[in-house]
Structures are given as C-alpha cells and as structure tokens.
C-alpha cells in the first residue's frame, strides 16, 4: 500500500487531497500547522501530524515521524493580493518563506529516501497564475512562477533516481480559505493610487463563472502522482485548463 505525504491539510485543497488519497486506499499522512484529527475521517490509514513547512524543526520531525513515504505533496501556501507598493519586504519574504523556500525545504528533507530507493514523486502546487499573470498579484505570482522554474531543474537532475517531479497548477478557488487566510496580510495593500484598478479586477472576478473546485486539485494531484505518463505541468480546474 503506498503512502503519500500532504502539506497543509486543514482546509481546502490539502484537505480534500487527503481524501481523495484516503478513498482511493493509499495511507495518508495529513500533515498542518495545528494537528487536528476531527476534520478528515477516521481511518487506520491515516495519519496527522503537525507541520510548519517555514521550521526546519518541525519539518525534521514530521519527515522522520512519517517514516517511508511515496509521494511528497507540497500544497501549503499563503497569499497576498496587492500592489507592490503597499506590500512590506516583511510579507515578500513571509510568502517566498511559505510558497517557496518551504517547498524547497521539504523536498530536501524527502530526497534521501526516494534516492535511495530509486523511486518517489513529488507534486508541487502552484498556480494559473503563472500561465496568465494578473495586476496586484506580483509577489504571490513570482514566489510559485519560482517553484514551476525550480520544479523543472529539479525534474531534470532527478530523472537518473526514477524520482518524478511534476506540478499542478489550480485556478482561482474562491471556496477554500485561502483569500480568509490572506487578508492579515493586505492591510494598506491597496494605496489609493491603485483603487480603480483593485475595484475593476473585483469586478471582472466577480463576473467570471469559471472556478477551481479542491476536487478539482484532488484529482490533478492524483494524476500526478499514479500516472507516469502524465505531463509535468497539469492545470487544475476549468479556468485553469482554459489558459493552456
Ligand atoms: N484558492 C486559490 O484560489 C488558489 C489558486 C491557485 C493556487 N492555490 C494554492 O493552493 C494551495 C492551497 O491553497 P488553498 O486554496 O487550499 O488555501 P487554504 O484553504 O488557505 O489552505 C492553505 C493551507 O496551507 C497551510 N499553511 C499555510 N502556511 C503554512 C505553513 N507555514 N506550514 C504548513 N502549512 C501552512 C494552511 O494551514 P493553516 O490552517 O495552519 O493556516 C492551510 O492548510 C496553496 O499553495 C495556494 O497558494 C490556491
């Protein structure tokens, strides 16, 4: 039975990329910052441990709890919507602390063992955004347009170990927490110099039918991680795979 590893389980993608891999038989090492075992159903093949992909610590110990995995899932990220201007250096680097030095960290800590075995995957999750860039986004679009960069190198030098990299590029999910979880980042992100801009991008938002389900994430994720064949970057809900 093969075992998959997910970052930021306690809400939407992550979540429901547990239970897709719960449903499908795979054992299942729900990873967040605040362990909570309620919010995933009861199952002797799952596991939750906590994990803070920013803590060289925490990820030492999640990674060594976790024993032999398969499949590495770096889904945990944060965000921020806003101009450049109104955005700290502080938050620039928190969001490249999460987004992408965590995913970096995280892969290192996994690599020995899938070198070892001669065998592993692991899927990155970053976003459509990087296929069609957005005003007010500069800093969350640059800190995952690094990771597809990054992600593609790292396919490459690990191609000898039968070790796959791959990416899942979800669009834009207004369902999860993840505009929730931005907004303490986005005070005084939008200077008045910006306003008009910010309200037309709300607006053509809010006309826009297309939108990313967790599902969607779920089953893109899944793809990369059983099916060899399947590309390197794989977009994620119909707005995404619109941009492809
Ligand atoms: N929603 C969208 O529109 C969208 C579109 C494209 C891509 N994405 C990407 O998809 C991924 C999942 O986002 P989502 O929409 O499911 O948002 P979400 O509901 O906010 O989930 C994000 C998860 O990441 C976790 N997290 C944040 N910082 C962390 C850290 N330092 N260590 C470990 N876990 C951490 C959060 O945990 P806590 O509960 O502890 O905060 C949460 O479980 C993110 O990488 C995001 O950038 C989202």
Do not use: H
């Amino acid at each position: 039975m093969k075992t998959v590893l997910i970052t930021g389980c306690s809400s939407g993608f992550g979540l429901e990329t547990a239970r897709y891999f719960l449903d499908r038989d795979w054992n299942v090492i729900a990873t967040m910052r605040t362990p909570r075992e309620d919010i995933l159903p009861g199952s002797r093949r799952l596991r939750v441990l906590g994990l803070d992909v920013t803590d060289p610590e925490s990820i030492r110990q999640a990674v060594e709890a976790a024993g032999p995995i398969d499949v590495l899932v770096n889904n945990a990220g944060i965000g921020v919507l806003g101009a450049l201007e109104g955005t700290s250096m502080d938050t620039a680097r928190e969001i490249f602390e999460t987004n992408t030095f965590g995913t970096m960290a995280m892969i290192q800590a996994v690599l020995p063992q899938f070198r070892q075995r001669r065998a592993g995957v692991i899927v990155n999750v970053t976003s459509s955004v990087t296929l069609r860039s957005l005003p007010l986004l500069s800093v969350y679009t640059a800190s995952k347009a690094a990771v597809n960069a990054f992600t593609e190198s790292l396919a490459l030098e690990l191609q000898q170990f039968n070790v796959r990299v791959s990416l899942v590029l979800p669009g834009r999910a207004p369902d999860t927490r993840f505009g929730e979880n931005a907004q303490k980042r986005m005070q005084s992100a939008i200077p008045e110099a910006y306003a008009d801009l910010a309200s037309n991008i709300f607006a053509e938002w809010g006309q826009s039918s297309e939108v990313t389900l967790s599902l969607d994430v779920a089953e893109a994720v899944w793809r990369a991680a059983t099916d060899p064949s399947s590309p390197i970057r794989i977009a994620a809900g119909a707005d995404a795979v619109a941009l492809t």
